[in-house]
């Protein structure tokens, strides 16, 4: 029959036949009708081998769509987003002489550092903050644009510049850019390459994001190249490219003007033509460009592309492209889109990856809905903010990228672009826009005659292109919609009781108001071609391409809304039998194959999403179960990859396929290889036994990967929207996207959606209102598809219907307009409602009042109010009677309408709070079934996006038999409300659980009603059942309980995961017996609390709830004697021995003493064994007798030094262990080869201990091949924790949790972190177990909760708050800039430390220590506040961080006091705490009931483990030796974690850099705070003094710089007369930073060779840090400052040398900058002196003017990379000290002056002696041509005077002589 079936319905497509009725035919064989539905003739053989292949079964679709619990996604809320940037440095700036500024500008805000003056790489270390507020997908389009200017008065000139935008910072790990190098290029030339590089740190953060900073080390020898601020992956080098964005035409964009004038035109003119002049705006990269404007055209044709020329890969991520309408008063966006780089292209090596493009392919538009009024109330829709509520239009847009090679080449496309726009250039001079016709045409002559400016600058250039011939007119499809309503049901009141209809519409196709012209002009010519070729085939198919076929139906008919029974405020429409239709034919370029790869995709994604759901929820059953499942659904996927792959394979290239469309294809199937590969490796387990957390983590990956690919960014058929109108006046919508409903004969290529009834929830247009917004609820099918396969658009309708024709055309071939359901069934609903758990709190008092509406169709109930709760038990059960339903029995128990519950708060006044929904399905019950109670389960509610809780419920719809009511099963009577219980059946079967208390106490309780809460008590409820705690006296004075704990027995559901919830509520007794809710805490899962109760045994400290089995800690012991201990716990008898001395061949700084029972170090060598002491340690180390304390002398000279800088005479203190301890922590970073090493000798978050048992004395020669670089001296050292001390060691909350006590409504603003809503603290724990049968064994005493737990009475104690730093604090004065004090807050004690502020300094070291005593449980919180000094007004607070003592008090962690690496009795490393190792071992194994310890010679025993090491030391001024177990004890306790049992990590000597928080910006982190805190009870010794931690001042040094001589100067001057080159030379230097001390030697004049003679000194005095190698510079910022401020920078010389002019500025000839601790060698001679030598040595082969103390020799100038002289100078370091005992003079002065430069008599000033110049430069020279001139002169007088007197004196004669 089925074959048969088959053949049948082939023949049917064939012939286009649309049956009326199906129902008919296929009732005989409902079950496999569906089945065929997608086996038509195109995918039946398909489909076949598919099954075959990845055997899934072909289960018929299903009717309804897959039900969604969470009705809407919340509104894109704003959020708070703070942008810090720290400017650190620049290097290799491209300039001469140059004063550098950076300017930073983050949007519209901008900020500029201070200038720096005279040098080519700058030292800034200047920190910003930038605050924005919006929505995270706005945001992250900003850039950050950071500019170096060379700074003047008038005029900066930009050097180079670099952009970001924040959406790359915010992809990077950890939200950051950290110390990465930024390369700044000349956006006015491209081929100019670097202008210089720019270290900065940049960090975008929101609120709760935590960022992972790390103090700063400055590093001279980083290579820039290899350290860029590129996202991972990301070529170092990076191109330039050329990114063209081609905007050919638009279509059906609003017709409609929304400017007011137009509207005035309008009514004057008519509504002839299209009122819209639309241009186009692309803007990416911070950059804009936008096309002609085309007048009054609503499909204008621009044919213009705009070319954006940035480095490529970018780093801004997204293309946006706005079409905006021009208008006389001002423009306005009709539509945004954004195009994301990363979809449209693959930054993969190699063949795989490919650069971005994109079509030509069409981009829908969507925005506000065109409706014609005067102002748009939606307009921000438009411009990109909000989801789109209609279409607006869609444009063809083309992306190409061209990467240039060299600069600004041009490549073939560009040529065959230019020669393109060269020929129509003609064309080009009567374009419409004169004004772009000009641009054109002046770029083009331009660049025909040669690149112009405008190539090379990074300008965008927009000009017109002809369409290549390539781009064929596409091929149109008709496409046709098809839907059937079949209810409309909770319609909102406030829309009316006009009569209500719904439009369907895709594009402008359906929209009733501007409606897509059908086959309008503008897609005639495409498809009356495509009619004349093939008009057999078209009439074949049935489906008339001639409008008049099939007449378009795209709204329903109107009809009057009924009130909801039950509910007034919901309307319904009664379509009862008789669901309405539409349909209409749309079309639309032929790419569906585009939405076919996506929806097979998607399938993939949804598949394994819901599988990893499923595998999530059987954990909860069992582990081995889940795995299994998580291994099918892999392999699963794996099929489908394959399958996925060969129909890649064996597609056909298709003419309408552009490039991205190929290359997407290839990279999904890639990718999906690359995953199947992975998965196969995963399933089975090659690399590494994956557990099954890291399998699901694997599995959402790959989830995650396909979903990126799934969406398409080429469009094809646009979305598809209802809107229902009411009165004819759009009021709600749905949107959904069109590849979910398009058709395809393959089943793998079809919607998700299509031919299904899916429910829509209709929601309003724009911003919607907080709360309920629901406006109605549409179940519809719908079913798209080309016009080819609309035989199948009934396919999977439910049965039993009879269609309906239109009246109004008749034709066989034709969609029903309705279809008539004639089967009436009566049905009853069940809705049994049992609890509800993690409510919203909507009252003032942290609590709600919930109760429940349930909509099923059109009838409404509600549950009973629960008052003041967050986890309600309803146990109702609401009836639905008279349920009439229409359709086939065996369709409706397949797929039911759902079911809505809503919750809401009730409150005494005003309308009820809404408080989440959720959406279920009801389980369906017929008449001839048989009964089986359902199971209640957990449904999950959503109020808007955020998760609201959860309903335990479930939903029976029973069908009321022919007997009426009486035959279905029966329910538990009502009580006297008349209110139903839940029935026996289906409540959860509960038994009899204990659940045990501990009361420990509240803290920081705020005022309630503004009074402070004085007696407060604790109520504890679970299940109905519940025990108070005991009321507290006076808060004030001790609040702490005094009963610790108590127990109550409650039952509960024998199936854990439908435990309770259990809840903490604290209430203040007040006068007169009153009492007042103070706030509450709902535990939601119990699991972490449930112990087992089977063996009396797990007594231990079960506090711990969170490691059920660390908590079995001491229970063998509370059974057995401690004798037998031993042989209880291990059979064999045999002791384990841990060996915990390092093996003797350790380089110092790696001695990580980490002893785990497993690693057997070897014993040190016989050579070592008798060592006296750890080198460099003055203090013997503490003998048997504890008084042999001799008085030593430092070993320092013996001790090797190896800080470069620390001079012999520094002294070691606290601060050499600071900054060895950075400096070890920055190697482990870098180096994970060496934490893989510490892997095997011990955790690498362990603390690591660095003790140096080989110390100097004769055994220097061994030591000494170590290499010098890079060791650390031989120190003992601290951790130093990234964040703070609590989040490395869980909270401590290893004895007792604290609970957050709420008050106040939670509202979706604070959601997150709502601070404000905490109103105190509770602090206690819960144990649960069952009741044990005989409650004999329980009363013995004690509860099992106490056991391990301290006495809570009040301690006191002393305690020591050591701040060391803090850094990039939030800047809070106007000049960006801080002046930071501390203030310290416990109890009643604050400590201001004003007078201390540190003026001017975000990164303030504080180095202070504080001195409290506190009594506990009273003072246990902790404030540290950092604040703003201000000179006049108040301080602001910059942030604060607060401590819970109490928890680090009583931890097991041990928190009081860090155990420091190494034990020593004096010195900088001297033992801290009150009790000794040895005595904290035994108090550890007295409270962990441990034999033990033993003390026997090298070794120590505890229990059955043996821990050997060194106990002998040789004291070293008597050389006796000394016997002492401290060292040994101390490393046990640093490896007590691997103690079997009771083993747990001990806090180590530490720093921890706590996040300040401000409250008026929640979540975001204010800056950090190094610190400690160490705790010494008074009834212990006391301890020692505080340790000094009180910053290092600076040491004064003076820095003398002889100038003796210059060479090969480039000569500048050329001589007027003789055209000789001559330069007067002159040498210029500071210290960078001081340049206010510059110096200068006298003038050498008129050297002919370069050569110039000096004989100067300059005298530089600075202050210096050794430790941290930066030179300290305090001087007023301006001469308004009122304070100093201090920075640090490196020390670095510059020298300069210039040429001195008289009458004009100087010439600056070049420079050398050293930076004093590592600079090259200096050349012997100046022959040797090379510029490349200089630039290329390497780190070894320098040297620090700190360790040589005097240098001299030769070094190059250089001035933009050509060497441009050498100088020979001698540098000399001298302390301040000794610069006062052996002074010099400046310049060649006393005293020790220096000799007279013996000057070549050229050099002197022609100005000051010119009849020397005269001399020496004429004289000498042309002295011969003098003479002979002189001569000359002589003559030629004579001659003149003989002629001039010759004619007179001869007249004379002739007169005289007659």
């Given at each position: 029959m089925f074959g048969l079936k088959l053949k049948k319905r082939k023949k049917k497509a064939e012939k286009g036949l649309i049956l009326a009725n199906k129902a008919a035919q296929d009732g005989e064989g409902e079950a496999e009708a569906p089945q065929e539905g997608p086996s038509h003739q195109e995918g039946g053989d398909f489909i076949c081998d598919h099954e075959s292949a990845t055997s899934i079964p072909s289960a018929p679709p299903k009717r309804r769509s897959k039900l969604l619990t969470k009705i809407h996604d919340g509104e894109v809320r704003s959020q708070n987003y703070q942008i810090a940037i720290t400017i650190t440095e620049a290097r290799q700036l491209v300039g001469e002489n140059i004063d550098p500024v950076v300017i930073i500008e983050v949007g519209d805000e901008k900020k500029q550092s201070t200038v720096k003056e005279g040098t080519n790489s700058p030292f800034y270390n200047e920190y910003f903050v930038f605050d924005f507020i919006g929505p995270q997908l706005h945001l992250f389009d900003k850039i950050i644009k950071i500019s170096v200017f060379h700074h003047k008065l008038i005029g900066s000139i930009l050097i180079g510049s670099f952009k970001v935008d924040l959406g790359t910072v915010y992809n990077q790990p950890g939200h950051q850019f950290c110390d990465k190098w930024a390369l700044l290029t000349d956006p006015g030339d491209i081929r100019t390459g670097a202008k210089g590089y720019l270290k900065c740190d940049i960090s975008v953060i929101g609120k709760g994001d935590v960022l992972k900073s790390s103090p700063k080390t400055p590093d001279a020898e980083e290579q820039i190249e290899k350290n860029l601020l590129i996202p991972q992956g990301f070529p170092s080098e990076r191109p330039w490219a050329r990114f063209y964005v081609r905007l050919y035409k638009a279509e059906g964009l609003p017709k409609m003007n929304s400017s007011i004038m137009a509207n005035v035109t309008k009514a004057f003119v008519g509504d002839s033509k299209d009122l819209v002049d639309p241009f186009v705006e692309v803007s990416f990269a911070g950059q804009m460009g936008r096309t002609a404007v085309q007048k009054n055209c609503a499909d204008p044709v621009w044919n213009e592309q705009v070319v954006f020329k940035e480095m490529f890969p970018p780093l801004c991520r997204r293309v946006k492209i706005q079409v905006w309408d021009e208008g006389s008063v001002n423009d306005v966006a009709l539509a945004t889109h954004f195009i994301d780089l990363k979809k449209i292209s693959n930054e993969q090596d190699g063949d795989k990856g490919f650069l971005p493009t994109f079509g030509p392919a069409w981009i829908n538009l969507y925005g506000s809905p065109r409706n014609h009024s005067l102002m748009d109330d939606y307009q921000e829709l438009n411009e990109g903010f909000g989801e789109g509520v209609s279409f607006r239009g869609r444009i063809l847009v083309e992306i190409a990228v061209e990467i240039l090679s060299g600069g600004a080449q041009e490549s073939k496309f560009s040529k065959a672009l230019k020669e393109l726009k060269l020929s129509s250039k003609d064309k080009d001079s009567k374009s419409s826009k004169a004004s772009s016709k000009d641009k054109g045409d002046k770029t083009d002559d331009g660049r025909s005659q040669q690149a112009s400016d405008k190539t090379n600058s990074t300008e965008v250039e927009v000009e017109r292109f002809d369409v290549p011939p390539e781009i064929i007119p596409e091929k149109y499809e008709e496409f046709l919609l098809f839907g059937t309503f079949f209810e409309a049901t909770m319609i909102d009141r406030k829309i009316g009781d006009k009569p209500i209809s719904f439009e369907v519409s895709i594009g402008n196709f359906g929209n009733l108001l501007d409606g897509g012209s059908h086959h309008g002009s503008k897609k005639k010519s495409a498809e009356s071609a495509e009619e004349d070729n093939l008009p057999l085939l078209q009439e074949g198919e049935g489906d008339t391409a001639h409008s008049v076929a099939i007449p378009m139906l795209s709204t329903t008919h109107p009809k009057k809304p009924l009130v909801t029974e039950g509910n007034r405020n919901y309307n319904y429409l009664p379509f009862e039998a008789k669901k309405p239709c539409v349909y209409f034919i749309s079309s639309w370029g032929d790419q569906t194959f585009r939405l076919h790869w996506s929806n097979m995709l998607e399938k993939m994604a949804d598949l394994l999403e819901e599988s990893i759901e499923e595998a999530r929820e059987l954990i909860k059953i069992s582990e081995t179960a889940s795995e299994e499942k998580m291994k099918t659904v892999l392999s699963d996927f794996i099929s489908q990859s394959s399958a996925f792959i060969s129909e890649a394979e064996k597609k056909p290239k298709m003419l309408n396929q552009t490039t991205l469309d190929k290359k997407r294809l290839t990279l999904c199937w890639q990718e999906l290889e690359a995953m199947a590969k992975e998965a196969k490796g995963i399933i089975q387990q090659q690399k590494k036994k994956l557990s099954l957390d890291e399998i699901i983590h694997e599995a959402?990956?790959?989830?995650?990967?396909?979903?990126?690919?799934?969406?398409?960014?080429?469009?094809?058929?646009?979305?598809?929207?209802?809107?229902?109108?009411?009165?004819?006046?759009?009021?709600?919508?749905?949107?959904?996207?069109?590849?979910?409903?398009?058709?395809?004969?393959?089943?793998?290529?079809?919607?998700?959606?299509?031919?299904?009834?899916?429910?829509?929830?209709?929601?309003?247009?724009?911003?919607?209102?907080?709360?309920?917004?629901?406006?109605?609820?549409?179940?519809?099918?719908?079913?798209?598809?080309?016009?080819?396969?609309?035989?199948?658009?009934?396919?999977?309708?439910?049965?039993?219907?009879?269609?309906?024709?239109?009246?109004?055309?008749?034709?066989?071939?034709?969609?029903?307009?309705?279809?008539?359901?004639?089967?009436?069934?009566?049905?009853?609903?069940?809705?049994?409602?049992?609890?509800?758990?993690?409510?919203?709190?909507?009252?003032?008092?942290?609590?709600?009042?919930?109760?429940?509406?349930?909509?099923?169709?059109?009838?409404?109930?509600?549950?009973?109010?629960?008052?003041?709760?967050?986890?309600?038990?309803?146990?109702?059960?609401?009836?639905?009677?008279?349920?009439?339903?229409?359709?086939?029995?065996?369709?409706?128990?397949?797929?039911?309408?759902?079911?809505?519950?809503?919750?809401?708060?009730?409150?005494?006044?005003?309308?009820?709070?809404?408080?989440?929904?959720?959406?279920?399905?009801?389980?369906?019950?017929?008449?001839?079934?048989?009964?089986?109670?359902?199971?209640?389960?957990?449904?999950?509610?959503?109020?808007?996006?955020?998760?609201?809780?959860?309903?335990?419920?479930?939903?029976?719809?029973?069908?009321?038999?022919?007997?009426?009511?009486?035959?279905?099963?029966?329910?538990?009577?009502?009580?006297?409300?008349?209110?139903?219980?839940?029935?026996?059946?289906?409540?959860?079967?509960?038994?009899?659980?204990?659940?045990?208390?501990?009361?420990?106490?509240?803290?920081?309780?705020?005022?309630?009603?503004?009074?402070?809460?004085?007696?407060?008590?604790?109520?504890?409820?679970?299940?109905?059942?519940?025990?108070?705690?005991?009321?507290?006296?006076?808060?004030?004075?001790?609040?702490?309980?005094?009963?610790?704990?108590?127990?109550?027995?409650?039952?509960?559901?024998?199936?854990?995961?439908?435990?309770?919830?259990?809840?903490?509520?604290?209430?203040?007794?007040?006068?007169?017996?009153?009492?007042?809710?103070?706030?509450?805490?709902?535990?939601?899962?119990?699991?972490?609390?449930?112990?087992?109760?089977?063996?009396?045994?797990?007594?231990?400290?079960?506090?711990?709830?969170?490691?059920?089995?660390?908590?079995?800690?001491?229970?063998?012991?509370?059974?057995?004697?401690?004798?037998?201990?031993?042989?209880?716990?291990?059979?064999?008898?045999?002791?384990?021995?841990?060996?915990?001395?390092?093996?003797?061949?350790?380089?110092?700084?790696?001695?990580?003493?980490?002893?785990?029972?497993?690693?057997?170090?070897?014993?040190?060598?016989?050579?070592?064994?008798?060592?006296?002491?750890?080198?460099?340690?003055?203090?013997?180390?503490?003998?048997?007798?504890?008084?042999?304390?001799?008085?030593?002398?430092?070993?320092?000279?013996?001790?090797?030094?190896?800080?470069?800088?620390?001079?012999?005479?520094?002294?070691?203190?606290?601060?050499?262990?600071?900054?060895?301890?950075?400096?070890?922590?920055?190697?482990?970073?870098?180096?994970?080869?060496?934490?893989?090493?510490?892997?095997?000798?011990?955790?690498?978050?362990?603390?690591?201990?660095?003790?140096?048992?080989?110390?100097?004395?004769?055994?220097?020669?061994?030591?000494?091949?170590?290499?010098?670089?890079?060791?650390?001296?031989?120190?003992?050292?601290?951790?130093?924790?990234?964040?703070?001390?609590?989040?490395?060691?869980?909270?401590?909350?290893?004895?007792?949790?604290?609970?957050?006590?709420?008050?106040?409504?939670?509202?979706?603003?604070?959601?997150?972190?709502?601070?404000?809503?905490?109103?105190?603290?509770?602090?206690?724990?819960?144990?649960?177990?069952?009741?044990?049968?005989?409650?004999?064994?329980?009363?013995?005493?004690?509860?099992?909760?106490?056991?391990?737990?301290?006495?809570?009475?009040?301690?006191?104690?002393?305690?020591?708050?050591?701040?060391?730093?803090?850094?990039?604090?939030?800047?809070?004065?106007?000049?960006?800039?801080?002046?930071?004090?501390?203030?310290?807050?416990?109890?009643?004690?604050?400590?201001?430390?004003?007078?201390?502020?540190?003026?001017?300094?975000?990164?303030?070291?504080?180095?202070?220590?504080?001195?409290?005593?506190?009594?506990?449980?009273?003072?246990?919180?902790?404030?540290?506040?950092?604040?703003?000094?201000?000179?006049?007004?108040?301080?602001?607070?910059?942030?604060?961080?607060?401590?819970?003592?109490?928890?680090?008090f009583y931890s097991r962690h041990r928190a009081i006091c860090g155990l420091q690496s190494q034990y020593e009795i004096e010195g900088y490393n001297a033992w801290r705490d009150t009790s000794k190792p040895t005595e904290i071992l035994t108090k550890l194994c007295k409270d962990n009931q441990l034999d033990g310890p033993y003390f026997c010679p090298g070794k120590i025993q505890i229990g059955n483990q043996v821990f050997s090491g060194k106990t002998v030391f040789m004291e070293e001024d008597t050389e006796q030796m000394v016997e002492s177990y401290e060292h040994l004890a101390l490393r046990v306790l640093h490896s007590w974690e691997d103690m079997p049992e009771v083993g747990c990590r001990l806090v180590p000597e530490h720093i921890e850099s706590r996040p300040l928080y401000h409250k008026d910006k929640p979540g975001m982190e204010q800056g950090r705070l190094q610190m400690w805190v160490d705790m010494f009870p008074k009834d212990m010794p006391q301890p020692g003094p505080p340790v000094d931690i009180s910053p290092r001042q600076p040491r004064g040094y003076e820095l003398r710089v002889t100038i003796w001589n210059t060479e090969d100067v480039i000569l500048e001057d050329e001589n007027i007369l003789t055209g000789q080159k001559s330069s007067d030379i002159y040498v210029k230097g500071w210290i960078k930073g001081l340049e206010d001390d510059k110096q200068e030697t006298d003038v050498h004049y008129n050297s002919l060779t370069g050569e110039g003679n000096f004989n100067w000194r300059f005298l530089f005095p600075f202050q210096y840090l050794p430790a941290e190698k930066q030179m300290v510079?305090?001087?007023?910022?301006?001469?308004?400052?009122?304070?100093?401020?201090?920075?640090?920078?490196?020390?670095?010389?510059?020298?300069?040398?210039?040429?001195?002019?008289?009458?004009?500025?100087?010439?600056?000839?070049?420079?050398?900058?050293?930076?004093?601790?590592?600079?090259?060698?200096?050349?012997?001679?100046?022959?040797?002196?090379?510029?490349?030598?200089?630039?290329?040595?390497?780190?070894?082969?320098?040297?620090?003017?700190?360790?040589?103390?005097?240098?001299?020799?030769?070094?190059?100038f250089a001035k933009s990379k050509e060497l441009t002289g050498k100088v020979e100078a001698e540098f000399h370091l001298v302390t301040a000290e000794e610069a006062e005992k052996n002074p010099v003079g400046k310049a060649r002065k006393e005293p020790e002056p220096l000799a007279k430069p013996n000057r070549p008599d050229t050099s002197f000033s022609w100005f000051v002696s010119p009849f020397k110049c005269l001399y020496h430069l004429i004289w000498k020279n042309y002295k011969k041509y003098i003479i002979i001139g002189f001569i000359l002169i002589i003559l030629i007088i004579f001659l003149v005077l003989f002629i001039y007197t010759l004619p007179g004196a001869i007249s004379r004669k002739i007169v005289v002589g007659s």
């Amino acid at each position: 029959m089925f074959g048969l079936k088959l053949k049948k319905r082939k023949k049917k497509a064939e012939k286009g036949l649309i049956l009326a009725n199906k129902a008919a035919q296929d009732g005989e064989g409902e079950a496999e009708a569906p089945q065929e539905g997608p086996s038509h003739q195109e995918g039946g053989d398909f489909i076949c081998d598919h099954e075959s292949a990845t055997s899934i079964p072909s289960a018929p679709p299903k009717r309804r769509s897959k039900l969604l619990t969470k009705i809407h996604d919340g509104e894109v809320r704003s959020q708070n987003y703070q942008i810090a940037i720290t400017i650190t440095e620049a290097r290799q700036l491209v300039g001469e002489n140059i004063d550098p500024v950076v300017i930073i500008e983050v949007g519209d805000e901008k900020k500029q550092s201070t200038v720096k003056e005279g040098t080519n790489s700058p030292f800034y270390n200047e920190y910003f903050v930038f605050d924005f507020i919006g929505p995270q997908l706005h945001l992250f389009d900003k850039i950050i644009k950071i500019s170096v200017f060379h700074h003047k008065l008038i005029g900066s000139i930009l050097i180079g510049s670099f952009k970001v935008d924040l959406g790359t910072v915010y992809n990077q790990p950890g939200h950051q850019f950290c110390d990465k190098w930024a390369l700044l290029t000349d956006p006015g030339d491209i081929r100019t390459g670097a202008k210089g590089y720019l270290k900065c740190d940049i960090s975008v953060i929101g609120k709760g994001d935590v960022l992972k900073s790390s103090p700063k080390t400055p590093d001279a020898e980083e290579q820039i190249e290899k350290n860029l601020l590129i996202p991972q992956g990301f070529p170092s080098e990076r191109p330039w490219a050329r990114f063209y964005v081609r905007l050919y035409k638009a279509e059906g964009l609003p017709k409609m003007n929304s400017s007011i004038m137009a509207n005035v035109t309008k009514a004057f003119v008519g509504d002839s033509k299209d009122l819209v002049d639309p241009f186009v705006e692309v803007s990416f990269a911070g950059q804009m460009g936008r096309t002609a404007v085309q007048k009054n055209c609503a499909d204008p044709v621009w044919n213009e592309q705009v070319v954006f020329k940035e480095m490529f890969p970018p780093l801004c991520r997204r293309v946006k492209i706005q079409v905006w309408d021009e208008g006389s008063v001002n423009d306005v966006a009709l539509a945004t889109h954004f195009i994301d780089l990363k979809k449209i292209s693959n930054e993969q090596d190699g063949d795989k990856g490919f650069l971005p493009t994109f079509g030509p392919a069409w981009i829908n538009l969507y925005g506000s809905p065109r409706n014609h009024s005067l102002m748009d109330d939606y307009q921000e829709l438009n411009e990109g903010f909000g989801e789109g509520v209609s279409f607006r239009g869609r444009i063809l847009v083309e992306i190409a990228v061209e990467i240039l090679s060299g600069g600004a080449q041009e490549s073939k496309f560009s040529k065959a672009l230019k020669e393109l726009k060269l020929s129509s250039k003609d064309k080009d001079s009567k374009s419409s826009k004169a004004s772009s016709k000009d641009k054109g045409d002046k770029t083009d002559d331009g660049r025909s005659q040669q690149a112009s400016d405008k190539t090379n600058s990074t300008e965008v250039e927009v000009e017109r292109f002809d369409v290549p011939p390539e781009i064929i007119p596409e091929k149109y499809e008709e496409f046709l919609l098809f839907g059937t309503f079949f209810e409309a049901t909770m319609i909102d009141r406030k829309i009316g009781d006009k009569p209500i209809s719904f439009e369907v519409s895709i594009g402008n196709f359906g929209n009733l108001l501007d409606g897509g012209s059908h086959h309008g002009s503008k897609k005639k010519s495409a498809e009356s071609a495509e009619e004349d070729n093939l008009p057999l085939l078209q009439e074949g198919e049935g489906d008339t391409a001639h409008s008049v076929a099939i007449p378009m139906l795209s709204t329903t008919h109107p009809k009057k809304p009924l009130v909801t029974e039950g509910n007034r405020n919901y309307n319904y429409l009664p379509f009862e039998a008789k669901k309405p239709c539409v349909y209409f034919i749309s079309s639309w370029g032929d790419q569906t194959f585009r939405l076919h790869w996506s929806n097979m995709l998607e399938k993939m994604a949804d598949l394994l999403e819901e599988s990893i759901e499923e595998a999530r929820e059987l954990i909860k059953i069992s582990e081995t179960a889940s795995e299994e499942k998580m291994k099918t659904v892999l392999s699963d996927f794996i099929s489908q990859s394959s399958a996925f792959i060969s129909e890649a394979e064996k597609k056909p290239k298709m003419l309408n396929q552009t490039t991205l469309d190929k290359k997407r294809l290839t990279l999904c199937w890639q990718e999906l290889e690359a995953m199947a590969k992975e998965a196969k490796g995963i399933i089975q387990q090659q690399k590494k036994k994956l557990s099954l957390d890291e399998i699901i983590h694997e599995a959402e990956n790959f989830v995650e990967k396909i979903r990126f690919l799934v969406d398409e960014p080429q469009h094809t058929i646009p979305d598809v929207f209802i809107w229902m109108l009411s009165n004819n006046k759009k009021v709600a919508y749905a949107r959904i996207a069109s590849k979910d409903l398009l058709y395809s004969p393959i089943r793998e290529q079809m919607g998700k959606h299509c031919g299904k009834i899916k429910t829509h929830f209709l929601k309003l247009p724009g911003k919607r209102p907080a709360g309920w917004s629901v406006q109605a609820k549409v179940d519809v099918y719908l079913w798209l598809g080309s016009t080819r396969h609309s035989s199948a658009m009934l396919d999977n309708l439910p049965v039993g219907y009879e269609a309906e024709m239109s009246s109004k055309v008749a034709g066989a071939n034709q969609p029903p307009a309705n279809l008539l359901y004639q089967d009436r069934h009566v049905f009853q609903l069940r809705a049994h409602m049992y609890q509800a758990r993690g409510l919203i709190a909507a009252d003032s008092s942290g609590l709600s009042d919930p109760f429940a509406k349930v909509t099923f169709l059109s009838h409404c109930q509600t549950t009973k109010v629960i008052s003041q709760t967050l986890s309600p038990t309803w146990n109702q059960m609401l009836l639905f009677n008279d349920l009439v339903l229409h359709g086939d029995q065996k369709e409706l128990a397949e797929s039911p309408p759902s079911v809505v519950v809503e919750l809401y708060d009730s409150d005494a006044v005003g309308k009820p709070e809404y408080l989440g929904a959720t959406v279920a399905a009801p389980v369906v019950k017929l008449a001839d079934q048989d009964y089986e109670p359902p199971r209640l389960c957990y449904h999950p509610i959503f109020c808007g996006s955020l998760s609201g809780g959860d309903l335990l419920a479930v939903f029976e719809l029973l069908q009321v038999p022919s007997s009426g009511l009486q035959g279905l099963p029966p329910v538990d009577p009502p009580d006297v409300a008349q209110i139903y219980p839940v029935p026996t059946s289906i409540r959860p079967v509960l038994s009899k659980y204990r659940v045990e208390v501990l009361f420990w106490g509240v803290r920081e309780m705020k005022k309630v009603q503004l009074l402070s809460v004085d007696r407060p008590q604790v109520l504890i409820e679970c299940g109905g059942r519940g025990v108070k705690s005991c009321v507290i006296q006076s808060y004030k004075n001790n609040p702490n309980f005094s009963v610790q704990a108590d127990a109550f027995e409650v039952e509960l559901p024998e199936n854990e995961l439908l435990h309770p919830p259990l809840s903490i509520c604290v209430v203040d007794w007040r006068a007169f017996g009153r009492s007042t809710l103070v706030g509450t805490y709902t535990i939601n899962c119990l699991k972490q609390f449930l112990c087992k109760s089977k063996e009396p045994l797990a007594l231990s400290s079960q506090v711990d709830g969170t490691q059920v089995e660390q908590a079995l800690s001491d229970s063998p012991v509370a059974t057995e004697p401690s004798g037998s201990l031993s042989s209880s716990q291990e059979p064999s008898t045999d002791h384990i021995y841990v060996d915990v001395e390092p093996p003797p061949t350790v380089v110092p700084d790696s001695a990580q003493i980490q002893l785990t029972s497993m690693v057997d170090v070897p014993d040190s060598s016989p050579m070592l064994e008798p060592e006296p002491k750890p080198a460099g340690q003055e203090p013997p180390k503490g003998g048997k007798a504890k008084d042999a304390r001799k008085p030593t002398r430092r070993s320092t000279k013996k001790k090797k030094r190896t800080i470069a800088d620390e001079s012999a005479e520094n002294v070691i203190d606290w601060w050499s262990k600071y900054y060895a301890s950075l400096k070890k922590a920055q190697k482990e970073k870098e180096s994970n080869s060496k934490e893989k090493r510490s892997n095997a000798e011990g955790k690498p978050d362990e603390v690591v201990v660095n003790i140096e048992d080989g110390p100097k004395k004769k055994k220097d020669k061994m030591l000494k091949k170590k290499p010098k670089e890079d060791e650390i001296p031989n120190l003992a050292v601290l951790q130093i924790y990234d964040g703070d001390l609590e989040s490395e060691f869980n909270n401590f909350e290893d004895w007792v949790k604290t609970f957050e006590l709420f008050r106040g409504k939670s509202t979706e603003d604070d959601h997150g972190l709502d601070g404000d809503r905490v109103i105190g603290k509770f602090k206690g724990s819960f144990c649960i177990y069952k009741s044990p049968q005989d409650s004999g064994i329980e009363d013995s005493g004690q509860l099992r909760i106490q056991q391990g737990v301290p006495p809570n009475h009040p301690v006191k104690v002393l305690i020591r708050v050591y701040i060391v730093a803090a850094f990039n604090l939030s800047p809070a004065d106007p000049d960006g800039k801080a002046d930071p004090y501390i203030v310290v807050k416990l109890g009643q004690t604050e400590i201001k430390d004003r007078d201390k502020y540190i003026p001017k300094q975000l990164n303030p070291v504080f180095g202070r220590s504080f001195e409290i005593q506190a009594t506990f449980p009273k003072d246990s919180l902790l404030s540290i506040l950092i604040y703003d000094h201000d000179m006049i007004g108040t301080d602001d607070l910059i942030g604060e961080t607060k401590i819970d003592l109490e928890n680090r008090f009583y931890s097991r962690h041990r928190a009081i006091c860090g155990l420091q690496s190494q034990y020593e009795i004096e010195g900088y490393n001297a033992w801290r705490d009150t009790s000794k190792p040895t005595e904290i071992l035994t108090k550890l194994c007295k409270d962990n009931q441990l034999d033990g310890p033993y003390f026997c010679p090298g070794k120590i025993q505890i229990g059955n483990q043996v821990f050997s090491g060194k106990t002998v030391f040789m004291e070293e001024d008597t050389e006796q030796m000394v016997e002492s177990y401290e060292h040994l004890a101390l490393r046990v306790l640093h490896s007590w974690e691997d103690m079997p049992e009771v083993g747990c990590r001990l806090v180590p000597e530490h720093i921890e850099s706590r996040p300040l928080y401000h409250k008026d910006k929640p979540g975001m982190e204010q800056g950090r705070l190094q610190m400690w805190v160490d705790m010494f009870p008074k009834d212990m010794p006391q301890p020692g003094p505080p340790v000094d931690i009180s910053p290092r001042q600076p040491r004064g040094y003076e820095l003398r710089v002889t100038i003796w001589n210059t060479e090969d100067v480039i000569l500048e001057d050329e001589n007027i007369l003789t055209g000789q080159k001559s330069s007067d030379i002159y040498v210029k230097g500071w210290i960078k930073g001081l340049e206010d001390d510059k110096q200068e030697t006298d003038v050498h004049y008129n050297s002919l060779t370069g050569e110039g003679n000096f004989n100067w000194r300059f005298l530089f005095p600075f202050q210096y840090l050794p430790a941290e190698k930066q030179m300290v510079i305090t001087k007023r910022e301006n001469i308004f400052s009122l304070e100093k401020m201090e920075c640090k920078t490196p020390a670095v010389l510059v020298l300069q040398v210039w040429d001195f002019e008289r009458l004009s500025s100087d010439d600056f000839l070049g420079s050398l900058e050293m930076n004093l601790n590592s600079f090259p060698r200096a050349a012997k001679s100046a022959k040797d002196c090379q510029l490349t030598k200089f630039e290329n040595a390497s780190e070894e082969s320098k040297i620090s003017i700190f360790q040589q103390k005097r240098v001299r020799g030769w070094w190059p100038f250089a001035k933009s990379k050509e060497l441009t002289g050498k100088v020979e100078a001698e540098f000399h370091l001298v302390t301040a000290e000794e610069a006062e005992k052996n002074p010099v003079g400046k310049a060649r002065k006393e005293p020790e002056p220096l000799a007279k430069p013996n000057r070549p008599d050229t050099s002197f000033s022609w100005f000051v002696s010119p009849f020397k110049c005269l001399y020496h430069l004429i004289w000498k020279n042309y002295k011969k041509y003098i003479i002979i001139g002189f001569i000359l002169i002589i003559l030629i007088i004579f001659l003149v005077l003989f002629i001039y007197t010759l004619p007179g004196a001869i007249s004379r004669k002739i007169v005289v002589g007659s």
